[in-house]
């Protein structure tokens, strides 16, 4: 015991420590002033998009992307001003479906500029890129730190809503958009009517409860196969998982989208759906499902979406 205490003397009194501790403290001090700093540029960006929204899913696949893109061109339509930000670090949509896969990240001083798709404007990892094969192999912080620098650096300017896209399920990109934008005024949340896909949604739903993030609703993409001959719709797979998680979690179903061929037409082609067909069937169920979002959007005011089914918080 005596041996020990005096070691520990020894540790309070050596000089060599005392420095250490002492260039451990300045790292610390200029470690939190340069969060201080990034957390107030975050702030200032954020604070000039009046809506931010995130598409999520449990389940890959199942047409996040398509959602967001065809969201985000709506609103454009209706004349908003509007950002579309692709936060999938490993499978960037976004780029291919607005046809700008080409396109490369460009810089002002400290400033990402968005790329443009007519009045939209865009980001995704896609441009960072150097060709359409290469695979970014990268672990949890360094996809968190690229989401904060997309968020806190990319001049989006005054903006009435910015679209998130996610990848699929509740990792490292979804957690850290949910943490890092504050005021989301929510998640619509994608799913196809089976079962398999349902059960992974379900999980969603809970992430967001626990996260606080409300939810705007459910989208169930793919119900029924729209004949591109005739435009019947036939039901092909087993049906109604969407309305069931909206009924059971007490969430609001926005709606069914049918399969149609278009619409992997446009994703393909580059050129959105909604844009290119915009008079078709599929159009016109499109346009219903997203009408409760464009109104969120049109009420006056930032983040004006009631929280909805938002239980207790319970820290993540
Ligand atoms: N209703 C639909 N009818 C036909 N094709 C569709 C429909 N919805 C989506 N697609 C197509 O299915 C493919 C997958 O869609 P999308 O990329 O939007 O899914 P995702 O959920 O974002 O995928 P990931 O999980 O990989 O990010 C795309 O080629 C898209 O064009």
Redesign the pocket.
């Known amino acids: 015991m005596k041996l020990k205490s005096s070691g520990l003397e020894m540790l309070e009194t050596c000089s060599t420590c005392q420095q250490k501790e002492h260039s451990a403290a300045t790292r610390r001090a200029n470690k939190s002033e340069k969060e201080n700093r990034e957390q107030q540029r975050l702030q200032s960006r954020l604070c000039r998009i009046k809506h931010k929204i995130i598409v999520l899913?449990g389940?890959?696949?199942?047409?996040?992307?398509?959602?967001a893109v065809n969201l985000a061109i709506s609103l454009a339509r209706s004349g908003k001003r509007v950002g579309v930000l692709d936060v999938?670090i490993h499978?960037p949509?976004i780029p291919t479906?607005l046809g700008l896969e080409n396109e490369k990240l460009h810089g002002d001083g400290n400033d990402l500029l968005p790329i443009s798709y007519g009045n939209l404007m865009v980001m995704s990892i896609g441009f960072v890129l150097n060709n359409h094969d290469e695979a970014l192999i990268w672990r949890g912080p360094r996809k968190i730190a690229a989401i904060k620098q997309f968020l806190a650096d990319v001049a989006w300017g005054d903006l009435d809503c910015l679209v998130v896209?996610s990848?699929?399920g509740t990792g490292d990109e979804v957690l850290s958009v949910c943490q890092l934008i504050d005021n989301l005024d929510g998640a619509i949340l994608?799913t196809t009517p089976q079962k398999i896909a349902a059960i992974d949604v379900r999980k969603t739903v809970t992430f967001c409860r626990r996260l606080q993030v409300p939810i705007l609703g459910v989208v169930e993409?793919?119900n029924g196969f729209v004949c591109p001959k005739c435009g019947e719709i036939t039901s092909i797979l087993p049906e109604g998982e969407g309305r069931k998680i909206a009924q059971d979690m007490e969430i609001p179903f926005l709606g069914s989208?049918?399969?149609?061929?278009d619409?992997?037409w446009?994703?393909?082609r580059g050129s959105p759906f909604l844009e290119q067909f915009a008079d078709s069937r599929t159009a016109e169920i499109m346009n219903r499902v997203v009408a409760p979002l464009l109104s969120l959007i049109s009420a006056k005011g930032p983040n004006r979406s009631k929280r909805l089914a938002v239980e207790s918080a319970s820290s993540v």
């Open positions: 899913s389940k890959g696949g199942v047409g996040k992307s398509m959602v999938d499978g949509s479906m896209d990848p699929p994608v993409n793919m989208i049918p399969i149609d061929p619409i992997a446009a994703g393909d």
